[in-house]
């Protein structure tokens, strides 16, 4: 009899309630100001935000290993969060969520996405600019914890 192991299998899908737990613990070792449940909750139940998640399912056992939230405010396409677990990171997860949100903004007929990073995210800004995204402003002193600016990028195609 064989004994090899089945792929693990990889899925997007939508944000629930009952993902919290899991993401928060991504979103506590991520960032300096995590977002709190409150936050979370409030994207989950607005008709205008977009709250994805990457699941690795593997020998039956489902594990959350990336999330991203954006919103459509009219014509335009807001990134709110994005953040991949550390253990897998640089394995094109990040950047798979935003070819989704690219995929999924063009479906309703929006070009224009925008979003703000801190300055010193140097792993954050390369990935935008490796999905298209330029900077195009700065907002002075955005981040009260670090007192560092933003810099807002843009992409439109
Ligand atoms: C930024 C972040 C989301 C990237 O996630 P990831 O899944 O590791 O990124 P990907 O594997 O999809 O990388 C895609 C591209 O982004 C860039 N990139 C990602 N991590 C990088 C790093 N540590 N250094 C330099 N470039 C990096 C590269 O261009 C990479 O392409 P390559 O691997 O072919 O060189 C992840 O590091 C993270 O969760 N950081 C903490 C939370 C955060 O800063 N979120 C963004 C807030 S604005």
Redesign the pocket.
């Known amino acids: 009899m064989s004994s090899k192991k089945a792929d693990p299998q990889v899925t997007i899908d939508l944000m629930e309630r009952a993902d919290l737990p899991e993401i928060l613990a991504i979103e506590r070792e ?2 300096s100001s995590p977002w709190t449940p409150g936050m979370f909750a409030e994207e989950l139940e607005n008709k205008l935000a977009q709250c994805l998640v990457i699941r690795i399912i593997s020998e039956g056992k489902s594990v959350i290993v ?1 999330y991203i939230i954006f919103r459509l405010i009219a014509d335009e396409a807001h990134l709110h ?4 677990k550390k253990e ?9 969520l935003m070819e989704t949100m690219k995929d999924i903004v063009m479906q309703v007929g929006i070009c224009a996405r925008t ?4 300055e010193s ?4 800004i ?2 935008y ?2 999905c298209g995204f330029v900077v195009k402003g700065r907002r002075p002193l955005y981040y009260t914890d670090t007192h560092e600016d933003a810099l807002i990028m843009w992409a439109d195609k």
Request: hydrophobic share 45%; charged share 30%; proline share 0%.
């Open positions: 991520s960032f990336a969060n994005l953040a991949v897998f990171k640089r394995q094109g997860l990040a950047q798979s979003l703000e990073v801190r995210n140097k792993e954050a390369s990935l600019r490796k």
